[in-house]
């Protein structure tokens, strides 16, 4: 029991991505601000809402009667002055309270307008096809109150328009989704034409800015809501430890996912999630990095999920396999930007390597075609160590990655917690096969099973061992970014789990130290660096 006890601990302490309780919603009530002059005609706007509050229940369409004249009054004061912080603030309640109202009593005005005594409220599609109301629950960012442990800040844009939760079911495995529903990014907004309110809703991944009354105006935003919502779908806590012990039972969890709609003029950035975690790690650095328009321009966030029980290179292999797939999909127009942390940079770096058969021949003592194995393991094998780099990868970043193994994974305990880890029933048995190929070379840790991911961050292991002598395509550039726990000690510094001696690559773009612990890359010196990388790219 007290082994047991001491592996678990090791497993907490080799958590080479993190793991907490990352983040929580919570639907609250929006509160109108005090009241404004009583000379101002914004008073007149914050009695209707507060009218329209009341009444939001009761009588959905006499609410929204109210809310359609508040807005209106209040986009008029902005016509004649758009520097008026009330009647802004009193617009984008209204709308934001139009869209709730409407969510509560299911009114559907893009099927047909609603009439509200004198005024008619209608809809303007939108020219994107995705953006069809009709396949969204729309839910007002006001009334989530968000929190956990990675929702350190709320990015918001001030601007113009109701910030929106759009909510949608997703199939993912045909619409690359990261959990059963996406949960996009959207802005309503209400404008006005002689007795009709017409509604629309914006993409604020996509535009920045917004008419309203003649008037150009910022574009309002919440980009850390529908994150949040997406996280709490995604139950992080269950995809970690859970998927590094049994990572059979998940293999269906392997996949690429994107985060907004797809946008062919945008580069992908691809993250990469390390041992024992999930894509929520990923959650600081891509808050902050949308909160930045140019990134937010030019950028879309995607991410590749998988359990990280399997042995790296199998991970990689997987991942080829997601990319094939995922363009099929969403054909690239431009080359992605790669970023692993950990273990995720191990695989990453598989993306950029041609191995050709250096790897095998110094793993086994037969060619392929020779090896007596069934054509199914035969197939495991040779796509986990003979692979071409990827052609649609154009920069790579390694975040406090263990490139030559970390010292952790070769200790009794890391051995002790290996064992804890159930691998699929192919893998175990192609372990049995190939026992009587492998080179027994002095030096490197000989396993009488097939290796899984905590063997493979051995710095003795074999495939560790082998990938050592094969180069990094040198036509891509990549960059490194690690840890020193802020000890300034470096090249002999440690980020507490990966030594610097085994994230350094002497042929990087670029090296940045940061004063962290392993999970560097939700610091925000790394995030700033990542964003200086990105900036770097879009000048070539």
């Known amino acids: 029991m007290k082994l047991m006890m001491k592996t678990f601990c090791l497993l907490a302490t080799l958590v080479l991505a993190g793991c907490a309780q990352v983040a929580t919603v919570t639907v609250v009530k929006p509160h109108l601000a005090p009241g404004v002059p009583a000379e101002s005609a914004d008073r007149l706007a914050q009695q209707l809402i507060r009218r329209a509050l009341k009444a939001e229940r009761s009588q959905p369409l006499v609410a929204l009667a109210s809310l359609v004249e508040a807005a209106e009054i209040s986009a008029k004061q902005l016509g004649a002055n758009p520097a008026d912080a009330d009647a802004r603030h009193d617009y984008n309640f209204a709308v934001e309270r ?25 809809w303007q599609p939108h020219p994107r096809a995705v953006w069809n109301p009709a396949l969204y629950d729309l839910i007002p960012a006001d009334q989530l109150k968000l929190g956990g442990d990675y929702v350190d800040v709320r990015e918001t844009k001030d601007g113009i328009g109701a910030p929106l939760v759009a909510k949608r079911v997703a199939d993912q495995v045909h619409e690359l989704a990261p959990t059963p529903h996406f949960f996009y990014c959207a802005t309503g907004v209400a404008r006005f034409e002689g007795s009709r ?3 629309s809703i914006e993409d604020p991944m996509e535009t920045e800015t917004t008419r309203l009354g003649g008037r150009t105006f910022p574009l309002a935003a919440d980009y850390t809501a529908p994150l949040t919502m997406m996280l709490v779908e995604m139950e992080p806590d269950k995809l970690g430890l859970p998927r590094l012990l049994h990572p059979a039972k998940f293999a269906e969890t392997a996949r690429i996912a994107r985060l907004e709609p797809y946008d062919p003029n945008k580069t992908v950035v691809l993250v990469v999630h390390g041992l024992m975690s999930s894509p929520a790690t990923w959650f600081p650095l891509i808050n902050h990095l949308q909160a930045n328009e140019e990134i937010r321009r030019k950028y879309q966030f995607w991410f590749f999920s998988y359990p990280s029980g399997y042995p790296y290179s199998y991970s990689a292999a997987i991942l080829r396999q997601e990319l094939d797939r995922s363009e099929k999909l969403y054909p690239l127009r431009k080359k992605m930007v790669v970023i692993g942390h950990s273990m995720g940079g191990c695989i990453s770096r598989l993306l950029i390597t041609d191995s050709q058969r250096k790897i095998w021949d110094k793993m086994f003592t037969v060619p392929p075609e020779r090896m007596e194995v069934t054509p199914e393991h035969k197939h ?16 790579v970043i390694f975040i406090s990655s263990p490139l030559r193994g970390a010292d952790l994974a070769s200790g009794w305990l890391a051995r002790t917690a290996s064992r804890l880890v159930k691998l699929p029933s192919a893998l175990v048995s192609i372990g049995n096969e190939e026992l009587k190929y492998e080179r027994q070379a002095a030096g490197i840790d000989h396993l009488k099973r097939f290796p899984d991911s905590i063997d493979t961050l051995d710095p003795k292991n074999d495939f560790v061992v082998a990938l050592h002598d094969v180069p990094i395509k040198s036509d891509v550039p990549y960059h490194v970014i690690c840890g020193d726990r802020g000890r300034g000690d470096a090249p002999k ?18 090296e940045k130290i940061v004063p962290s612990h392993h999970n560097a890359h939700q610091t925000d010196e790394a995030i700033a660096e990542v964003r200086r990388i990105l900036d770097l790219r879009l000048l070539k």
């Open 98 to 122: 139009i869209f709730g109202v409407m969510r509560e009593a299911k009114l559907t005005p893009w099927k047909a307008p609603l009439r509200l005594g004198a005024r008619t409220l209608a």
């Open 197 to 199: 309110c017409v509604l």
């Open 380 to 395: 495991i094998l040779t796509e986990s160590t003979i692979f071409a780099s990827r052609p649609e990868i154009g920069r």
């Open 493 to 510: 510094s440690s980020d507490g789990l990966v030594p610097y001696s085994s994230s350094h690559l002497p042929a990087a773009k670029s």
